[in-house]
């Protein structure tokens, strides 16, 4: 089965095959590597574990065997990805998402390191508030839920994200909105496009069944504001990644993270709202270099605390 690659080849119906391999097309294993250091990936709104296909194939060993010392595991979130081709429509909440991400997370060897992008930020954000130790850090790409969203906006959000909505956009919106995450065309922010259009041009049942999770999620983000409680993860390691060009989430997001949690802010010329997919050089050296630091780190509080117990305090000469 040849697979389309631009908007424009994906055929005016889209039967259920071609969707279920459009959809595993370029998706990453759910595991890779076997080290105990663990990155975790969660991806954002509408979206699934195929984002990070250019990320996780920076795990793998090199040409030269050289390998990152970094295991891969990838999540698609509840109510996303092709679990849905064979799943009923079912709302989804942020309860859901969170306990979703804190089993992944303690299925990991060791507590990992979270990559998470836009909604899985705000995801993962309120994970490590709820769940203390879960992760040994958090490197966060325009993580969402820290701006507060007015009424009279989120009035207008769950109107045009309601199931009705959703289903009866154009074509040409579905393609224009995919494309405008990103600063510059690309083969990925076609191939992004490729996906979304051919949902949209499943059948009307397939069409329902990615509908209804993403309209529920929505009008649940709007009660889970992070902005005045963020302060509560002061002291966990943190990095904000943000492309200067991102038309989704503000920069104010990781300012924020910033000043309330001492996050580590880095902003990416020529990039949008997707930056694991748009530079996923600068990206992947961003976060391997932040879960190293931040698995040493752990390490060595773990020694310490060890250390602390095995002398019956924790005021330890050297």
């Known amino acids: 089965m040849e697979l389309p690659r631009r908007p424009e080849d994906v055929p005016a119906a889209v039967d259920d095959a071609l969707l279920a391999a459009v959809l595993a097309d370029g998706r990453p294993p759910l595991l890779t590597g076997t080290a105990p250091e663990t990155v975790l990936y969660v991806h954002g709104l509408g979206h699934d574990g195929w984002d990070f296909g250019p990320m996780v194939a920076r795990h793998a060993p090199a040409t030269d065997g050289s390998i990152s010392g970094l295991s891969a595991r990838v999540l698609d979130l509840p109510g996303f990805g092709p679990a849905l081709l064979t799943s009923p429509p079912t709302p989804v909440t942020m309860t859901m998402m969170v306990n979703a991400v804190v089993v ?63 289903m009866g956009r154009k074509d040409d919106e579905i393609v224009r909105n995919s494309r405008r995450i990103f600063v510059r065309p690309s083969a990925t922010s076609e191939a992004l496009a490729t996906r979304k259009l051919c949902w949209h041009r499943a059948s009307r049942a397939m069409k329902e069944r990615f509908a209804v999770p993403f309209s529920s999620i929505v009008s649940d983000v709007f009660g889970s504001f992070l902005g005045g409680s963020i302060h509560q993860l002061q002291g966990v390691p943190m990095q904000v990644i943000f492309g ?33 997919l748009e530079d996923p050089d600068t990206t992947w050296r961003l976060v391997s270099d932040f879960a190293r630091d931040a698995f040493t780190r752990a390490a060595a509080s773990t020694s310490t605390t060890t250390d602390s117990d095995a002398t019956g305090g924790s005021d330890v000469s050297r």
């Not at 325009?142 to 199931?163: D, I």
């Open 244 to 276: 200067e060009g991102d038309v989704v989430v503000p920069l104010s997001s990781g300012r924020l993270l910033e000043r309330a949690c001492g996050a580590r802010l880095h902003i990416l010329r020529g990039v949008g709202h997707t930056p694991h």
């Open 104 to 166: 992944a997370a303690r299925a990991c060897e060791r507590p990992p390191v979270v990559c998470a992008s836009s909604l899985g930020g705000h995801v993962a954000l309120l994970a490590a508030m709820q769940h203390p130790g879960v992760f040994a850090g958090l490197s966060l790409l325009a993580p969402g839920g820290l701006v507060e969203v007015p009424t009279a906006t989120q009035t207008v959000l769950r109107a045009y994200y309601s199931v009705d909505g959703i």
